[in-house]
């Protein structure tokens, strides 16, 4: 071979080749083949592997890249009439509140990107149900309150040890570095006038306002709330909280009548009166349901 000669001329060795290695791609040259050779002939000899791969067929060679051929199965398959039985029932995220008229759980969002303020007249009963079935969900629970005796039991019992729900007084919630990993909410009961609270509610920080009556501020707190909690009241707080939420006749009348442990939830398109339900750990750590401490 002269010096120069192109990879794959006949004659010419296959670079850093070795004996038993292929030959040289493009034409069919295997190595120790004399020079001047016809190309046809080392082809469609006996040299070539690849004509052998053909005549003992694909069942004794596996193919090249691909493997062994698999099994044949048929593929599975429903009619279109049964599709629906593969269907998994998925329903809203969150925490469940209760249930609604027809005994569905009614779920409420609460851990959300964006602020989100809950106002709730009604007792410290359901308050707490709330906090408990939000620290499920793994958020953290930030109480602002001037009763912490009424907090500390269920501070301690919550969470299997761990600080999942924290007390604080009025006005010294320290920021809590809410995330989508970490979400928080903040419970604030602080009485007839909370004032305003130091944390506010932003992307996963949810607030909780708890008044135990219709107050003076409570007008102010109904009209920026995302969503609010009414249990039962006076036919006279009633009449004003229909006025202000735009209920219809026959649920502001139903307010003042509510059993203990129902709330009516409203937001500017919905209405949900909603039974709350305790589970049997619920009962034994704050007591049946009741709408007076």
């Known amino acids: 071979m002269g010096a120069g000669q192109p990879v794959g001329t006949p004659g010419g060795p296959v670079p850093g080749g070795a004996p038993g290695l292929p030959g040289a791609v493009g034409s069919g040259v295997s190595g120790g083949r004399p020079a001047g050779a016809p190309a046809r002939r080392a082809a469609s000899g006996g040299g070539g592997s690849r004509g052998a791969g053909r005549r003992t067929g694909r069942g004794t060679k596996p193919r090249f890249g691909f493997g062994l051929i698999g099994p044949r199965r048929d593929r599975h398959s429903v009619p279109l009439d049964q599709l629906g039985a593969l269907a ?43 906090a408990l079935r939000a620290a499920a969900t793994g958020a953290r629970i930030a109480v602002e309150t001037g009763r912490a005796q009424a907090w500390t039991a269920l501070a301690q019992a919550a969470g299997g040890g761990q600080p999942c729900i924290t007390l604080h007084d009025v006005g010294r919630v320290p920021p809590q570095g809410a995330s989508a990993g970490s979400p928080v909410v903040v419970i604030r009961d602080c009485g ?24 003076p501020v409570a007008p102010r707190l109904l009209e920026k709330s995302s969503l609010v909690g009414v249990q039962r009241v006076s036919p006279d707080e009633a009449t004003q909280i229909g006025r202000i939420m735009g209920l219809q006749r026959a649920e502001s009348e139903a307010l003042s009548t509510l059993a203990d442990g129902v709330t009516l939830w409203c937001t500017p398109g919905d209405r949900q009166f909603v039974m709350t339900q305790a589970t049997d750990a619920e009962t034994g750590l704050l007591g049946g349901a009741r709408r007076m401490d």
Do not use: C, F, H, K
């Open 88 to 130: 998994l029932p998925v329903g809203d995220d969150g925490l469940v509140v209760g249930v609604d008229a027809e005994g569905r759980p009614a779920v409420l969002g609460i851990n959300r990107p964006s602020p989100y303020d809950v106002t709730l007249i009604g007792g410290l009963w359901t308050a707490q149900v709330l």
């Open 192 to 215: 007839m006038r909370p004032p305003r609270g130091r944390v506010v509610s932003g992307p996963w920080q949810s607030v909780v306002t708890l008044l135990p009556y219709l107050s």
